[in-house]
Protein backbone atom coordinates (compact mmCIF):
# COMPACT_ATOMS: atom_id res chain seq x y z
CA UNK A 1 0.00 0.00 0.00
CA UNK A 2 1.08 3.41 -0.90
CA UNK A 3 1.13 5.92 1.80
CA UNK A 4 1.61 9.76 0.67
CA UNK A 5 2.73 12.06 4.03
CA UNK A 6 1.98 15.95 3.43
CA UNK A 7 3.71 18.75 5.23
CA UNK A 8 4.24 22.42 4.71
CA UNK A 9 0.98 23.72 4.74
CA UNK A 10 0.08 27.01 7.29
CA UNK A 11 -1.12 30.06 7.79
CA UNK A 12 0.95 32.87 5.64
CA UNK A 13 0.18 36.80 4.78
CA UNK A 14 -0.35 37.50 1.00
CA UNK A 15 2.60 37.99 -0.88
CA UNK A 16 4.83 35.09 1.27
CA UNK A 17 5.81 32.00 0.60
CA UNK A 18 5.45 28.31 1.54
CA UNK A 19 6.98 24.86 0.74
CA UNK A 20 4.54 21.41 0.43
CA UNK A 21 6.39 18.50 0.57
CA UNK A 22 5.03 15.00 0.19
CA UNK A 23 6.83 12.03 0.90
CA UNK A 24 5.83 8.59 -0.90
CA UNK A 25 6.28 5.34 1.05
CA UNK A 26 6.01 1.70 1.34
CA UNK A 27 6.46 -0.75 -1.77
CA UNK A 28 6.84 1.02 -5.02
CA UNK A 29 7.89 -0.78 -7.99
CA UNK A 30 8.21 2.76 -10.00
CA UNK A 31 6.46 6.46 -9.63
CA UNK A 32 5.63 7.92 -12.84
CA UNK A 33 3.59 11.80 -12.58
CA UNK A 34 3.40 13.95 -9.33
CA UNK A 35 1.36 16.66 -8.82
CA UNK A 36 -0.61 18.68 -6.47
CA UNK A 37 -4.13 19.47 -7.05
CA UNK A 38 -6.48 21.76 -4.47
CA UNK A 39 -9.91 21.86 -3.61
CA UNK A 40 -12.23 24.69 -1.92
CA UNK A 41 -15.38 23.83 -0.26
CA UNK A 42 -18.04 23.43 -2.76
CA UNK A 43 -15.89 23.67 -6.01
CA UNK A 44 -14.15 20.83 -8.08
CA UNK A 45 -10.30 19.99 -6.97
CA UNK A 46 -8.08 21.70 -9.65
CA UNK A 47 -4.85 20.94 -10.94
CA UNK A 48 -2.04 22.99 -9.45
CA UNK A 49 0.99 21.38 -10.93
CA UNK A 50 2.42 18.17 -12.20
CA UNK A 51 5.89 16.74 -12.65
CA UNK A 52 6.28 13.60 -14.68
CA UNK A 53 9.44 10.80 -14.72
CA UNK A 54 11.37 12.98 -16.90
CA UNK A 55 10.76 16.22 -14.89
CA UNK A 56 8.19 17.99 -17.40
CA UNK A 57 6.31 19.95 -15.70
CA UNK A 58 2.56 21.94 -15.95
CA UNK A 59 1.06 24.55 -14.08
CA UNK A 60 -2.62 25.71 -13.68
CA UNK A 61 -2.96 28.94 -15.27
CA UNK A 62 -3.39 30.68 -11.90
CA UNK A 63 -0.33 29.73 -10.35
CA UNK A 64 1.41 30.07 -13.64
CA UNK A 65 4.99 31.92 -12.74
CA UNK A 66 4.73 31.95 -8.97
CA UNK A 67 4.40 27.97 -7.99
CA UNK A 68 7.26 25.59 -8.73
CA UNK A 69 7.22 21.96 -8.52
CA UNK A 70 9.96 19.68 -8.32
CA UNK A 71 10.76 16.26 -6.96
CA UNK A 72 13.55 14.06 -5.76
CA UNK A 73 13.42 10.49 -7.09
CA UNK A 74 15.78 8.45 -4.37
CA UNK A 75 13.17 9.89 -1.72
CA UNK A 76 10.25 9.58 -3.63
CA UNK A 77 9.33 13.07 -2.69
CA UNK A 78 7.43 16.08 -4.33
CA UNK A 79 7.86 19.36 -3.42
CA UNK A 80 5.62 22.59 -4.25
CA UNK A 81 7.39 26.24 -3.44
CA UNK A 82 4.58 28.46 -3.47
CA UNK A 83 5.86 32.47 -3.92
CA UNK A 84 3.87 35.27 -3.97
CA UNK A 85 0.80 33.79 -2.18
CA UNK A 86 -2.69 35.35 -3.15
CA UNK A 87 -5.51 34.98 -0.44
CA UNK A 88 -7.65 32.97 -3.37
CA UNK A 89 -4.67 30.46 -2.76
CA UNK A 90 -5.93 29.49 0.35
CA UNK A 91 -7.55 26.22 -0.16
CA UNK A 92 -6.93 22.20 0.60
CA UNK A 93 -3.81 21.32 -1.28
CA UNK A 94 -3.51 17.20 -1.85
CA UNK A 95 -0.58 15.32 -3.31
CA UNK A 96 -1.21 12.91 -6.34
CA UNK A 97 0.84 10.21 -7.28
CA UNK A 98 0.81 7.67 -10.07
CA UNK A 99 2.95 4.81 -8.99
CA UNK A 100 2.80 0.83 -9.34
CA UNK A 101 3.06 -0.75 -6.53
CA UNK A 102 1.64 -4.50 -5.23
CA UNK A 103 -0.51 -6.27 -5.19
CA UNK A 104 -1.74 -5.11 -8.73
CA UNK A 105 1.60 -4.11 -10.28
CA UNK A 106 -0.15 -1.34 -12.45
CA UNK A 107 -0.02 2.23 -12.48
CA UNK A 108 -2.93 3.40 -10.08
CA UNK A 109 -3.51 6.88 -8.52
CA UNK A 110 -2.59 7.23 -4.56
CA UNK A 111 -3.58 10.59 -2.96
CA UNK A 112 -2.64 12.48 0.27
CA UNK A 113 -4.95 13.66 2.96
CA UNK A 114 -4.53 17.33 2.16
CA UNK A 115 -3.00 20.15 4.20
CA UNK A 116 -4.45 23.76 4.82
CA UNK A 117 -3.13 26.35 3.23
CA UNK A 118 -4.57 29.72 4.21
CA UNK A 119 -3.45 33.25 2.81
CA UNK A 120 -4.66 36.32 4.98
CA UNK A 121 -5.17 39.45 3.46
Known amino acids: QVQLVESGGGLVQAGGSLRLSCAAS????????MGWNRQTPGKQRDLVAVIDSLGTTNYGDSVMGRFTISRDNAKNTVYLQMNSLKPEDTAVYYC???????????????WGQGTQVTVSS
Open 26 to 33: GIIFSINA
Open 96 to 110: NVQARAPPRGVFSDY
